[in-house]
């Protein structure tokens, strides 16, 4: 393998390294989206659950059940 061939050889690694440098970043990044978007879908579910006990509590009562 001539000196030529090593040196752009060599070249190629540091474009290959910089290119999954960057990609990892992405990945991180991505994945917290991700967790945050699931945090968040988690409160938006647990918000109607509570919303939808509430209506039940208030048709029980209109209806002239207990709540239990």
Known sequence: MSNRQIQTDREWLI??????????????????TITQSQSALERLCAARDSLLAQAQEILDRLDGKSSV
């Open 15 to 32: 474009f290959i390294e910089k290119d999954i440098d960057t990609l990892d970043q992405q990945i991180y990044h991505a994945k917290w």
